[in-house]
């Protein structure tokens, strides 16, 4: 079945979201002021966190409950997939997203389309508390069931919820299998989580290898809607690149990504610039932001190309098919990833890749066909094999058609990903 365009309401804002639990942060934060004067935390008429309590209407509500923790919510590809699966189980559970790091929050506004009930507990609570928050928040929405997506809480805190509410049921998504990463955490709370679920065959061999049992770890690839929204058909490509600033003959090198560490975008202007200086019809767009905007901004000064970059901080989620169309080719300099969301729609859109061999790269580009793949620690190794398309428009027209069809036989789509989920985390009727 194909999907019509699921683009995320990014333009929402925040203002309908606060209107709709202003109220029960308050009592909340009234809440956090009376532990902070050493209140008791319970009382036969004092329930603690009763802002959590359900309405007498959401009472009729006979889904489900789903409880949701997070580290945070920006724009990033794990929470795009994450906001991409909530969407689709919503018809059948009950929603509640919690949050547990302070930092950007720029994709809230899209999981707000899709649950109003969502608390930043670094804005609401001592973190002393945090575990009797979300105590209370299982008990008072008789919770089923918790899905994490990268939660150190949930790592740390998995084995009291259980043993508190031993009926619950946990799931967790590894995105990326780095040893020091999420991985390790999840390996050591794994008697505690009932099912691992992993983006790719590689990161489910090392939830295995490091003492997983076999039949708590799913897999279930990513994928997107390559029939509906990053369909290169839907996308008037000389138009777009007028919208982006581009000329119909420039050759665009892409950047997408989160301005940090594991995405390495220092690393991306070392492998661009010495084919910018070759060429001056070669320009770079980048979308992204993150604790390194300002160093990687310094770099391109510095290197004499922010003349012939547009960097755009951020870009409305309905507006990457846009994006990918605008670029000749989009380079991925990641040190960590799993199966990345920007690989697949890139090349869902026609658009090859180049990319550092992170994830399950290897199996989704083949090399010089529908992009190029370079050591993780040798990136810049792909600058050469990039120059070489520059002038060879024949070339690039072939490679862009291979990256279209290499989606479409892999069998990517976002409609088989979303139904596993639903089925991996269908409710259990009552007896």
Known sequence: ????????????????????????????????????????????????????VRSAGNLADLRPHLLVLVPWLPIGGAEVLLADILDSLKSEWRLS????????????????????????????????????????????????????????????????????????????????????????????ARLHIDRLIAVNERIGRSLTGGGARPEAVAVIPNGVDY?????????????????????????????????????RPLAFLAVAAPILAAHPHVRLLVLGDGPMTKAFGDA????????????????????????????SILVMSSRIEGTPLAMLEALAMGCPVATTDVGDAALVISEGINGFIAPIAVPEALTTRIAGLVDDAAALQQMRAAARQSIIDAGRSADAMLAAYRALMRPEMPA
């Open 97 to 188: 997203i919690v949050t547990t790091e302070t930092g950007d929050q720029a994709l809230a506004p899209a999981f707000a389309a899709i649950t109003s009930e969502i608390y930043h507990l670094p804005d609401l609570l001592d973190r002393r508390y945090w575990f009797e928050f979300i105590a209370a928040l299982i008990a008072s929405h008789d919770s089923k069931a918790i899905l994490s997506s990268g939660s150190r809480f949930l790592y740390k805190n998995v084995k009291r919820i259980k043993a508190r509410f031993p009926a619950i049921r946990s799931y967790d998504i590894l995105h990326n299998d780095a040893p020091k990463a999420h991985l390790a955490s999840a390996l050591r």
């Open 1 to 52: 079945m194909t999907r019509t365009n699921r683009s995320l309401p990014l333009r929402l804002g925040w203002t309908a979201l606060a209107k709709s639990w202003l109220r029960k942060i308050d009592r909340l934060r009234r809440l956090a002021g009376r532990l902070e004067r050493g209140a008791p935390l319970a009382a036969a008429n004092q329930e603690p966190f009763s802002a959590l």
């Open 227 to 263: 029939e509906g929204v990053f369909n290169p058909q839907g996308v008037d490509r000389a138009a777009v690149r007028r919208r982006f600033g581009v000329e119909e003959d420039t050759f665009v090198i892409g950047f997408v990504g989160r301005m940090s560490e594991e995405k």
């Open 300 to 327: 391109a000064d510095a290197a004499g190309i922010s003349d012939r970059l547009h960097h755009l901080p951020r870009l409305d989620r309905e507006a990457m098919p846009r994006f990918y169309a605008a670029c």
